[in-house]
Each structure stands twice: as C-alpha cells, then as structure tokens.
Antibody, heavy 115, light 107 residues
Framework: EVKLLESGGGLVQPGGSMRLSCAAS????????MYWIRQPAGKAPEWLGFIRNKANGYTTEYNPSVKGRFTISRDNTQNMLYLQMNTLRAEDTATYYC??????WGQGVMVTVSS | DIQMTQSPSFLSASVGDRVTINCKAS??????LNWYQQKLGEAPKLLIYNTNNLQTGIPSRFSGSGSGTDYTLTISSLQPEDVATYFC?????????FGSGTKLEIK
C-alpha cells in the first residue's frame, strides 16, 4: 500500500524559511516522480514542482510562481522527499501535499506564514 | 500557462441524478486530463486519469470523456457519498494547472 506522510509544517514569519518532509513507503521510491502541491484554504490546488525518477536523473521542474524560492530534493536511501521554502510570504499559507504518479497524495501539512 | 476553466462552480442535484462537470483548457491538452474528488478535510483522490481511465477502486458510475480542449466528468447516478469538491488537472504541459473546482451537494 502506497503511503505518503508529510511533516514539518507550522507557523513561520514572513521572510522566513521552512523545510517540509514527506516519508514514502509501499512502492519503489526511485522509480517514480515525486510532486509537491499546495492548496490554500477554500481554493484550488496549485502544482509547485516535481523531482524526476532515477531513470530521468532526479532532475527538477518548478512552477514559475515559486521558482528560485522553493527547492525540491529527495533522499533515495531513506525514501524521503523534501521541500525547502525560503523567503516565505503570507500568500504561501496553505496545506502542502506530496504526491506520486499524480495518483497518491499524502494527508497534507499546514504552513502558515504570519507575523 | 494553460488555463483550466471549470464549470459549474457549484452544483446541487438529487440522489440518482446524472451529473456533469466540465473543464475547458485554453489550448489542446491531448487528453492529459485527470479528475479528483476532495471531501471536506481530506486530500484529493484520483477518480479518472488521462480523460477516460477509471482509477482502480472507483465506482463505475464515474466516467470521463473529452478531447482537445473540452473535458467532462459524469456521475451517472448521484449517491450521497459523492458530496465533495471536484477538480480537474491538466498534465499536458508545465506548469501543471488545476481547474477552480466544482462543489457538489445533494438537493
């Protein structure tokens, strides 16, 4: 059974940084692209980016809306996915999900950017 | 960026009704269109992938169709457990983009 479990959310001040983690299990982690998607309360989801699988060199792609501030990485020895978020703004407040195959999503973790 | 225009935003229907939700892309997305169901407080759940492929475990009352720029999710006979918000997602080109959502309630 595919399981994705995000952690690391919480309250952060504007201009601050935060790193989210996603623990993956139940599938061969290195075979799949991994995604980060966020959803502000009451709004549609927004794709943030993905990191490719082993066959595609673990390269990354980002939504221009966060490119340069957010970085996606993975630890294939631990089956972990990460999202490093810098220079956070109030509009980054959302629930953040990791996902794979655009099929399986974690339960999400809330990030609130506020002073 | 490809814009996804989803309609209607809100839908109220009776149990047993046939329900359709639409997504229109700003350009051809070559059937790279997924549909998700999101119940209150939960993560989105994949219903349909690549326009018309039913995800494993999803009831057959859900179906998808479309091509080019126009796509439809159909629920053939609405059930009480279908109360949720539905989103489309195009994954034809980056950035991937979602529709704005359709909130479905039982009349």
């Amino acid at each position: 059974e595919v399981k994705l479990l995000e952690s690391g959310g919480g309250l952060v001040q504007p201009g601050g940084s935060m790193r989210l983690s996603c623990a993956a299990s139940g599938f061969t982690f290195t075979d799949f692209y991994m995604y980060w998607i966020r959803q502000p309360a009451g709004k549609a989801p927004e794709w943030l980016g993905f990191i490719r699988n082993k066959a595609n060199g673990y390269t990354t792609e980002y939504n221009p809306s966060v490119k340069g501030r957010f970085t996606i990485s993975r630890d294939n020895t631990q089956n972990m996915l990460y999202l490093q978020m810098n220079t956070l703004r109030a509009e980054d407040t959302a629930t953040y999900y990791c996902a794979t195959k655009l099929t399986y999503w974690g339960q999400g973790v809330m990030v609130t950017v506020s002073s | 960026d490809i814009q996804m225009t989803q309609s209607p935003s809100f839908l109220s229907a009776s149990v047993g009704d046939r329900v359709t939700i639409n997504c229109k892309a700003s350009q051809n997305i070559n059937k790279y269109l997924n549909w998700y169901q999101q119940k209150l407080g939960e993560a989105p759940k994949l219903l349909i992938y690549n326009t018309n492929n039913l995800q494993t475990g999803i009831p057959s009352r859900f179906s998808g169709s479309g091509s080019g720029t126009d796509y439809t999710l159909t629920i053939s006979s609405l059930q009480p457990e279908d109360v949720a918000t539905y989103f489309c997602l195009q994954h034809s080109s980056r950035p991937l983009t979602f529709g704005s959502g359709t909130k479905l309630e039982i009349k």
